[in-house]
């Protein structure tokens, strides 16, 4: 984003993100309790990750595979031989006083993805965001504080270690975002990357997916980066956009009016739409790293690397481009459908089932994305299987049904399942496409209504609706429409 | 006290009951520790209940084991569920552990009778037992001397029969100095060898649980009780356990011809003569028994001790900074806010070497220092185990003093930190290399303390210094010898 100014000088926003995910594994990273959300505090927790004396970290296997996979997804070298180390602070949520990280030797690094923006005319940009490294840590406990939103000022705090050392993994971008726009659009991809890969609910809320953004902001044509400030606590995509937003205006007009940016943290406050300073950085903090003695190198072959790679998916960004180029489906289309693998496959199904791609993608992102969000459903759970609405699918293309009748008939579908071709004839609602059945119909409206018909000949010719109207009553809406409005026409003119 | 055999042989042939002897160590510790002052805790009531178990076993015509019946000290700092892990700190001084450390969790499944836990350095830091925050555990050939440490309070506990056998933690030579001492056989297996969880760390990666015993053949019995594979610790080796106590022989003859080499470093200034010339002695010993005894350098032997006080106080400084008042253990009252109860709750709960060594490591693992310090100690370790690779592959076993003294007198070192780190100068490279060492008594000097050698071997080859231990053991009059309490 560049922001003009009086003086005419242009800047632009530098952006560089780091994304805390966890990993969806049922225990924790170096050890057996639970990583259930939203049980009471200091239920999921055992002498390990509460930091017990003389207690040992075992390296949880399902989150090397996740790791490594968002490393590939990702497209990252995979480091063949990295190790943990020791990340020192004290603060009450850190039960051994030291976070078990990677430091020196990630598990994965030099990696990009590619992030697809739409404007407003439906155009695409294409951009690749490079991603500095990923790697493999333990989350902190949480602090509930009384009297007081924060430590300071409250009368007491209580350490909540459910969270302590569920696996996290750190995903630090390049500085390449240059607006809100996409460094939300990444963290969106970034999601999407997760959850196709199940590495990950990517759940905002929750916590299971944290952003912390580094903004500058620079003259355009100046080669170094001007001074970064960090923002904390968005806790949506738009919320990531809005900040950098808010920050990139904030430091500009600083700038302008000869400030300096002071090197901070920041919080975004989402009532009020607004930065606000947390604390200011004085050097860097020395965290002591060293390498944890406790756990063995890790090592990936190039075998069990193979094996990782091949049971990757297709990830969100090659399921676009196949979708626009082989199914045909607009860019806009294509970004919904994609979002969620689970829809995707849903309608891949759908297709593979012999539906119209076209057809099928409305289907689903109309009627069926409707009823999800209204029985709070995921897709895989519903009764109208692919199958089903490709059989539904084919009635309407047949003409053995016209779109209305479907309609009618999804909820039950929607509901019970079933066969739409059976329910259809049990209840009579096939179309009529019979070219006598339909005019010995209208003759029938016609002769009932000779004033109606006498006005639309002399000229009132909008009545064509009501005679279209009272044929579908007539027919409980069976009669093929498009036949039927061909034979009203020349009829009504005599 | 009777060896582990005898004692099994004892209960085997009812001459006596699990019970009677658990009864009459629970005596001898209540009329000999007040003067030893070994154990900081005895569990006499739990000790008690087990022997009864191990009897009605008996009673049944069951087979024993031979650890079944067993009276064990264990150190305090290895945790044991339900009973409070001190470590010698005031730290923890109410922490009760809710598990129990593999090791214990094996003696338990073995039938040994957990009688106590024994009085050391504070977490294990120190080469005298003296920084233990609850008492001074005195030497039991002298009780005004020292039992060496840190654990010097299972050394003294198993010198002065108030129990069979004992388990230590020897990070820089924490067993093998007290034993030596003490006169008693320790061993420091190889890392990895035991398992470490449960153990409280000092410095992880050089940390190793390790028996305590009157004879070789006790100390065989325990580790081969302990040691093996656990998948609780990731750094635990994943190798087969031979019978230690199988393999041992009277003697080295069957042997296949045994090569002993002498580190040449270990001798002259700043060892005592009497301790120069009973390891001599015992070469002569070895020699007689059938070994080639050759002279053997390792340079760089003289810098494991200062690598080891950079390594192993950076990783002490990590891991005692869970002691933070927050969640178990000591907590001040009189705290300000966060930052005051951490640093009253740390400058009140640690002794002055425990804080000594967290502030060096510290200091050595901050920016601008751990390239010159903690990354040179590190190629300073990597060129210790080159040195033994070498040694290796000249001889089978090598051979030193365990201590440069013998057992000084309380208080004598208290205020010099590096004179009391001189004492481990002999048994810290062979922690920095992960090899298995041992010491065990080889006479007496003119004051009639105990005198210790140190037997090295190469990775896992626990079986081969236990071997040649005992046949030593068995030529010498030493073991036998016990200190008048």
Redo the contacts between chains.
Sequence with gaps: MTVATPTKTQYEAVIGLETHCQLSTESKIFSASSTAFGADPNQNID?IC??????????NQKVLEYAVKVGLALNCEIAPYSKFD?K?Y?Y?DL????QISQYDLPIAQNGWLEVELLDEEGNITRKRIGITRAHMEEDAGKLVHAGSDR??GSTY?L?DLNRAGIALLEIVSEPDLRSGQEAAEYARELRRIVRYLGASDGNMQEGSLRCDVNVSVRPVGQAEFGTKVEIKNMNSFNAIQRAIEFEIERQVAAIETGETILQETRLWEENSQRTISMRTKEGSS?Y???PE????PIEVSPEQLKQWESELPELPAAKRKRYEEELGLSAYDTQVLTDDRDVAEYLEATIAAGADAKQAANWVMGDVTAYLKESKLDIGAIALKPAILAELIDLIENKTISGKIAKEILPELLEKGGSPKKLVESKGMTQISDTGAIESAIDEILAANPDKVEQFRSGKTKLQGFFMGQVMKKTQGRADPKLTNQILAKKLQG | MASIRELHRQLTNKERSAEELTRETLDRIETIDPQVRGFLQVMADAAIDRARRVDAKIAAGEAIGHLEGIPIAIKDNICTAGVPTTCGSKILENFVPPYNATVIEKLEAAGAILIGKTNLDEFAMGSSTENSAFQVTANPWDLDRVPGGSSGGSAAVVAANECTVALGSDTGGSIRQPASLCGVVGMKPTYGLVSRYGLVAYASSLDQIGPLAGTVEDAAILLEAIAGYDPKDSTSLKTEIPSYYKALKPNLKPKRHLRIGVIQETFGQGVDPAVEQAVKDALTVLQELGAEVQVISCPTFRYGLPAYYIIAPSEASANLARYDGVKYGMRVEDAENLIDMYAKTRARGFGSEVKRRIVIGTYALSAGYYDAYYLKAQKVRTLIRQDFDRAFNHVDILVCPTSPTTAFKAGEKTADPLGMYLSDLMTIPVNLAGLPALSLPCGFDEGGLPIGMQAIGNVLQEQLLLEVAHAYEQATPWSQKRPKL
């Design positions: 002498p509460a930091g017990l004396p003389g207690v040992l970290p075992v390296l020791r020192q004290f009450p039960p051994k006083n030291y430590l300071s705090s350490v020395d002591r790293y060293f003695p406790d756990l063995t």
